[in-house]
């Protein structure tokens, strides 16, 4: 016997909410062994997932199976994370990569400002 894909995504706290899981399987983020999943395929204990979720590919295994969600401190019983921190890391740089440090009391950038800005990062 298994659980939903969506059920479970959701109840290890992937997705902050049921229709966000469902929706990411609708449009192909969840997927196992390289095959998307639709939000009814049922998993098992052993399963390895694969989630793509704000630009990160996150890795799953399922320790074991549960329909309602739990705390944060009871997800590790239920989910091995086996996410590389290269992941991690590359939201950090996409977070600093988009910010441009501007001295106090200048204001918000001008067009040439902005046409200067852009040359400089080859966009």
Same mark, same amino acid.
């Given at each position: 016997m298994g659980v939903r894909v969506d059920k479970w995504?959701?109840? $290890? #706290?992937? *997705?902050?909410? #049921?229709?966000?899981?469902?929706?990411a399987c609708k449009s192909g983020k969840v997927s196992m062994d390289g095959v998307a999943?639709?939000?009814a395929r049922n998993i098992e204990i052993g399963d390895h997932i694969e989630i793509k979720k704000d630009q990160i590919n996150m890795e799953v295994? $399922?320790?074991d199976l549960l329909e309602k969600r739990v705390g944060a401190s009871l $997800?590790?019983? *239920?989910?091995k994370d086996l996410t590389p921190e290269s992941e991690y890391t590359k939201i950090d740089l996409l977070k600093n990569k988009?910010?441009?440090y501007r001295q106090r009391g200048l204001g918000r950038p001008t067009k040439r400002d902005r046409r200067t800005l852009n040359r400089f990062k080859d966009f």
């Open positions: 995504i959701w109840a $290890v #706290r992937i *997705f902050k909410t #049921r229709s966000q899981a469902t929706d999943l639709k939000p295994e $399922v320790l $997800v590790p019983k *239920f989910m988009s910010f441009e």
